[in-house]
T-cell receptor, first 113, second 111 residues
Framework: EAQVTQNPRYLITVTGKKLTVTCSQNMNHEYMSWYRQDPGLGLRQIYYSMNVEVTDKGDVPEGYKVSRKEKRNFPLILESPSPNQTSLYFC????????????FGDGTRLSIL | GQNIDQPTEMTATEGAIVQINCTYQTSGFNGLFWYQQHAGEAPTFLSYNVLDGLEEKGRFSSFLSRSKGYSYLLLKELQMKDSASYLCAVSGGSTLGRLYFGRGTQLTVWP
């Protein structure tokens, strides 16, 4: 089944404790992206990657890191999480940038205390 | 900067037609998407427009006017299951790799 898989789905952690949210897709998509969704603000792009070893900042990259060493994986790293990073996070992938619809993972709800 | 505007909330009754508008100002334009998002779930793709005009797909249609920076999503024969948030998103940016989302329109369909 074609899908984007995020882990964990839920996480409660404390300020400053490094964490990684994994994202994997099995559709051989070139483009992958991370978003956060906050009430009243909608979906905002954190980082995106148009291919292996190519990543670019989105609207809200501060406090996040990403890497794209393989086509299928695009982990989101919070080196020193803070409470303002409490949010619902979505990973998405598409065949390419631009005209291709994004396939979203089920989301990861992060709470940083 | 980038700006995507859509109404926050709309209500309609079953069987009716509703039009959700979206206006945008972005640097670079490579198409406009509409997504549907039910509460607690991931967004799912509804439609894509890159040229001016109307795209029809079953009960859903989407329209684009690039000169006006305007799009709408038209939902016909509304059903209760259409109650959801509808997200307008523009593909653009200097590398055409960016995707800018509006804040979403929460549609409630009443029986």
């Amino acid at each position: 089944e074609a899908q984007v898989t995020q882990n964990p789905r839920y996480l409660i952690t404390v300020t400053g404790k490094k964490l990684t949210v994994t994202c994997s897709q099995n559709m051989n998509h070139e483009y992958m992206s991370w978003y956060r969704q906050d009430p009243g603000l909608g979906l905002r792009q954190i980082y995106y990657s148009m291919n292996v070893e190519v990543t670019d900042k989105g609207d809200v990259p501060e406090g996040y890191k990403v890497s794209r060493k393989e086509k299928r994986n695009f982990p989101l790293i919070l080196e020193s999480p803070s409470p303002n990073q409490t949010s619902l996070y979505f990973c998405a992938s598409s065949l390419g940038q631009g005209a291709q619809p994004q396939h979203f993972g089920d989301g990861t709800r992060l709470s940083i205390l | 900067g980038q700006n995507i505007d859509q109404p926050t909330e709309m209500t309609a009754t079953e069987g009716a037609i509703v039009q959700i508008n979206c206006t945008y100002q972005t640097s670079g334009f490579n198409g406009l998407f509409w997504y549907q998002q039910h509460a607690g779930e991931a967004p799912t793709f509804l439609s894509y427009n890159v040229l001016d005009g109307l795209e029809e797909k079953g009960r859903f249609s989407s329209f684009l006017s690039r000169s006006k920076g305007y799009s709408y999503l038209l939902l016909k024969e509304l059903q209760m299951k259409d109650s959801a948030s509808y997200l307008c998103a523009v593909s653009g940016g200097s590398t055409l790799g960016r995707l800018y989302f509006g804040r979403g329109t929460q549609l409630t369909v009443w029986p």
